[in-house]
């Protein structure tokens, strides 16, 4: 079972950036990031493939850059311009096959918060 650990939150103010950081213990073929408010459903934010193939929610684009080091079997979410409505907990995520567009992802870290002040 890969295990997920994510590290980078925090509390800044809008138009500043976060970058957050997600170790895993083995490979996956599918890494992203989700968040989550309290009392919203999780929402994608952005997914990758071994191979570099990435998918960004709406919301996020042309902020928000996704990567990957397979080498390291680390991910990265590097977040520019954030807006409070970015405020949410964020959730490193996996799995070893099938389609990364498709929100079956079954390995989860634990979260970390990040909170953008107006």
């Known amino acids: 079972q890969v295990h997920l650990e994510e590290s980078g939150g925090g509390t800044v103010q809008a138009g500043e950036s976060l970058r957050l950081s997600c170790i895993a213990s083995?490979?996956?073929?599918?890494m992203g990031w989700f968040r989550q408010v309290p009392g919203k459903q999780r929402e994608r934010v952005a997914v990758i493939n071994v191979f570099g193939g990435m998918l960004y929610a709406d919301s996020v684009k042309g902020r928000f850059t996704i990567s990957r080091d397979n080498a390291k079997n680390s991910l990265i979410l590097q977040m520019n311009s954030l807006k409070p409505e970015d405020t949410a907990t964020y959730y490193c995520?996996?799995?070893?096959?099938?389609?990364?567009?498709?929100?079956?992802?079954?390995?989860w870290g634990q979260g970390t918060q990040v909170a953008v002040s107006s």
């Open positions: 083995e490979f996956a073929y599918c």
């Open positions: 995520a996996a799995k070893t096959g099938g389609e990364c567009d498709v929100n079956d992802y079954g390995i």
